[in-house]
């Protein structure tokens, strides 16, 4: 069975930086893709970006492009998800999630992933 536990989330001004982290349970870690989604109050669950089994491939949501950058660390079963110049719109639960494919294929479709998180709360304040 795998584990995905978020964590990193907090309370931050508009401008400000974090950091996610998700650590996975388990042997398989290096050969799946794993993604970010999140959910604000009211809205439905979006997707926020995905990176492949090797990291060398990375799609982000566009509005999250060239402010967040997700990375992996397959030796620590672990992927980030380091967030700049956050904005109020940005507040949510974050969750990762395993892709269902090493590599990624319509990486927005939750249904591609087999594997969830239970989430980290993101607040920021304006």
């Known amino acids: 069975q795998v584990q995905l536990v978020e964590s990193g989330g907090g309370l931050v001004q508009a401008g400000g930086s974090l950091r996610l982290s998700c650590a996975a349970s388990?042997?398989?870690?290096?050969?799946?893709?794993m993604g970010w989604f999140r959910q604000a109050p009211g809205k439905e669950r979006e997707f926020v970006a995905v990176?492949?089994?090797?990291?060398?491939?990375?799609y982000y949501a566009d509005a999250v492009k060239g402010r967040f950058t997700i990375s992996r660390d397959n030796a620590k079963n672990t992927v980030y998800l380091q967030m700049n110049s956050l904005k109020p719109e940005d507040t949510a639960v974050y969750y990762c999630a395993r892709a269902r494919t090493p590599n990624y294929a319509d990486p927005m479709d939750g249904r591609k992933y087999d594997y969830w998180g239970q989430g980290t709360q993101v607040t920021v304040s304006s």
């Open positions: 388990g042997r398989s870690f290096s050969s799946y893709a």
């Open positions: 990176i492949n089994w090797s990291g060398s491939l990375t």
